[in-house]
């Protein structure tokens, strides 16, 4: 484990409580969720046996982009 992907880590989780706040509008919550999608593709490139054991991929589809928000029908 790096000490940057366990920083990125410690930034990914103020971001997704930053998305789940109710007081922000919806370009807010859209800045934080690419702030989030940067950090976990930094985290998945710089160190993937730390992004996979911490289940960034997993949580990079449903954080980041949860299959109602991203696909159209």
Known sequence: MSLQSAQYLRQAEVLKADMTDSKLGPAEVWTS???LQDLYQKMLVT???YALDKKVEQDLGTSVC??????TK
């Open 66 to 71: 949860p299959v109602s928000h991203c696909y």
């Open 33 to 35: 969720r690419q702030a």
């Open 47 to 49: 160190d993937l046996e």
